[in-house]
């Protein structure tokens, strides 16, 4: 059986800064609070005429170079995203359009802020087959679009950006193992209300601005830290690892506190965990390709890296892979 292993990474965000002290202006809020209750400095804003489908096409292109691949060689592309351009069609599909990705063929993956990790496990299943050679996972999100900047518990959250990984069959490990979950009790505790089949959006929803996110942040909080340590835990233990032959923590970035939570619990040096949440925010499935994307340069053949997500579901887990190159 071919493994999946990542051959590539790439990231994208747009050169729009949206910083505490810019939303200091529009909302009663101030950069300390911000500060210290999340980490967060600044987010990044995509313009109005971009979407999601923007930051896949800029992520492809780095990862086609990167991995030495021809457009016309890649098999599949999964998106992980829950704003995609359209309701109908998927974001993947015009990712492939727009790239020349003329043999692939592509489907979204919404899983909330787990999104890119259960896009890559997902992926990795396609690769093990040994059907498709090349799969490109993307996760990327445009969150400013369902923010709703009167409502300062949410809105000084997230940002717009993504990245991704070209996943390719070899022999050498790649992806190992993954333990994901998913429960429905978190769907009352974070969502956009209108805009769905449930509720289609009409002038009344409008009014009240129910096209937004809104969330119960202090029961997030909690369960993303309870969530995030079991399951890295749990793949660790599965794997007959221990926290000190990982190299890299790689967590979904939506609060600095619950990051330094999970790294507590699980006896987990700060040194060893990947953050940039201070400049680009919670970009929801954007987070983890965002970070990979970045300590590009900090990773090494062979390292053990575990990837942690916690979103909107409540879905969640944490992925085993070996760093490829
Ligand atoms: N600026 C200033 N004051 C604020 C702001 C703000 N932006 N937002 C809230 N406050 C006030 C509140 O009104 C409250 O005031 P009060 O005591 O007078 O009532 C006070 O600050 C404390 O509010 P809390 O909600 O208790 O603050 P908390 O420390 O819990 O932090 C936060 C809130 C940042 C939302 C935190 O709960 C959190 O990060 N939760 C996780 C949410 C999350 O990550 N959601 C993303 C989606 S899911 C995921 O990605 C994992």
Same mark, same amino acid.
Request: aromatic share 8%.
């Given at each position: 059986?071919?493994? @999946? ?6 990231? *994208? &965000? =747009?050169?729009?800064?949206? +910083? ?18 999340? /980490? !967060? ?13 923007? !930051? ?10 990167? =991995?030495? +691949? ?15 351009? *359209? ?9 492939? #359009? ?5 043999? @692939? ?13 259960? $896009? ?25 679009? #369902?923010?709703? #900047? ?11 950006? /993504? /990245? ?7 022999? %050498?490990? /790649?992806?190992?193992?993954? !333990? ?12 956009? %209300? ?15 601005? %129910? ?25 660790? %233990? ?26 507590? +619990? ?6 060893? &965990? ?9 970009? +929801? $499935? ?18 053990? &890296? ?20």
């Amino acid at each position: 059986m071919p493994n @999946a292993l990542i051959t590539a990474v790439g990231g *994208y &965000v =747009s050169d729009k800064i949206l +910083s505490n002290s810019d939303l200091e202006k529009i909302m009663d809020t101030n950069d300390e609070w911000i500060t210290t209750r999340t /980490g !967060i400095k600044e987010r990044r804003v995509l313009p109005e005429d971009q979407a999601v489908s923007d !930051i896949g096409l800029n992520v492809v292109q780095q990862l086609l170079a990167k =991995s030495n +691949s021809r457009a016309e060689e890649v098999d599949l592309l999964i998106c992980a995203t829950c704003t995609g351009d *359209y309701i109908i069609p998927d974001t993947a599909n015009n990712i492939c #359009y727009k790239s020349g990705l003329v043999n @692939a063929f592509g489907f979204d993956l919404n899983a909330a802020c787990s999104g890119f990790v259960f $896009a890559l496990y997902t992926a990795a299943q396609f690769i093990e087959t040994g059907r498709y050679k090349k799969v490109i996972v993307i996760g990327g999100e445009k969150m400013t679009s #369902y923010m709703n #900047y009167e409502d300062r518990t949410t809105s000084i959250l997230f940002g717009d950006g /993504g /990245g991704g990984v070209m996943l390719e069959a070899g022999e %050498e490990y /790649g992806v190992i193992d993954a !333990i994901l979950k998913g429960d429905g009790i978190g769907c009352q505790m974070l969502k956009v %209300e209108a805009g769905g089949s449930l509720k289609p959006m009409n002038q009344e929803r409008l009014d009240n601005r %129910e096209g937004f996110v809104t969330q119960d942040g202090r029961q997030i909080y909690k369960r993303a830290v309870n969530g995030m340590s079991s399951t890295v835990v749990e793949v660790l %233990e599965r794997n007959n690892l221990t926290a000190q032959d990982i190299r890299w923590l790689v967590p979904h970035q939506a609060n600095e506190r619950i990051i330094n939570s999970v790294a507590n +619990s699980i006896d987990f040096p700060m040194e060893k &965990v990947m953050l940039n949440i201070a400049k680009y925010g919670n970009t +929801s $499935a954007g987070t983890i390709p965002l970070c990979l994307w970045e300590y590009e340069d900090q990773l090494n053949k062979g390292d053990n &890296v575990i990837l942690t997500s916690f979103g909107g579901g409540f879905t969640w887990g944490s992925l085993y892979l070996k760093w490829a190159y």
